[in-house]
């Protein structure tokens, strides 16, 4: 039941893009994004609904394709303070809970 | 305000030792999450509250109980611990879901126990 991340891991330079994947075996209402800087509580960035919508955070955005089941995080000219793991979080139509996936750990360096 | 509140920080228990963990929120949330989070394997739901009074399981309920007597305060109790609760705990609060979408989470600062 927990989403699948990919890639697991992503190393960039500073300036670079990144995108990183969600994907459930589950129909879909909605899809969370969560950042989580090491030693600290996951921080809140976005909420994709069913509808194929788009949202953006700054430099980042998301889409959610809800027929495929998948959500994809697009880092634009990553910045040093994007570092740090990245949580997908489903939520099922009619559901009171959010699962989350393993986790993306995200490190730029300059 | 305060946001999400955990106390405590950390913790060390032996083996068959109890605690309880507490999270305060001030935020009039309605939904309430306990979580814990080990290397490699992202945030688990451990239980969860959907209003004053109720409580539900979650993925990995097993050795925890929880309660929620007042609606800003979620408590996670280890009756008998063991070696493999070890871990980082996570708190969280939201509102109610809003047009069938579920809110965004606001989580505390952890709690890291470490069971010897």
Same mark, same amino acid.
């Given at each position: 039941?927990?989403?699948?991340?990919?890639?697991?891991?992503? %190393?960039?330079? #500073?300036?670079?893009? &990144?995108? %990183?994947?969600?994907?459930?075996?589950?129909?879909?209402?909605?899809?969370?994004?969560?950042?989580?800087?090491? @030693? #600290? &509580?996951?921080?809140?960035?976005? %909420?994709?609904?069913?509808?194929? #919508?788009?949202? @953006?955070?700054?430099? %980042?955005? &998301?889409?959610?394709? #809800?027929?495929?089941?998948q959500s994809s995080l697009y880092l634009t000219a990553s910045q040093l303070s994007y570092s740090g793991t990245y949580f997908c979080g489903t939520g099922l139509t009619g559901g009171f809970k959010t699962i989350f996936g393993a986790g993306t750990r995200l490190f730029v360096k300059a | 305000n305060a946001g999400v509140t955990q106390t405590p920080k950390f913790r060390v228990l032996k083996t068959g030792q109890s605690m309880t963990l507490l999270c305060a929120q001030d935020m009039n949330h309605e939904y309430m999450y306990w979580y814990r989070q080990d290397p490699g394997m992202g945030l688990r739901l451990i239980h969860y509250s959907v209003g004053e009074g109720t409580t539900a399981k979650g993925e990995v309920p097993d050795g925890y109980n929880v309660s929620r007597l007042k609606k800003q305060n979620f408590l996670l109790g280890l009756e008998s611990a063991a070696p493999s609760q070890t871990s980082v705990y996570f708190c969280a609060s939201s509102f109610r879901p809003r047009q069938g979408r579920l809110g965004e989470q606001y989580f505390g600062p952890g709690t890291r126990l470490t069971v010897t």
């Open positions: 039941q927990q989403p699948v991340q990919s890639p697991q891991a992503v %190393i960039l330079r #500073e300036g670079e893009d &990144a995108v %990183i994947n969600c994907s459930s075996s589950k129909a879909l209402y909605s899809v969370h994004w969560y950042r989580q800087k090491h @030693g #600290e &509580a996951p921080v809140f960035l976005m %909420i994709l609904l069913k509808g194929g #919508e788009q949202k @953006g955070h700054d430099k %980042i955005s &998301a889409s959610f394709n #809800e027929k495929k089941q | -």
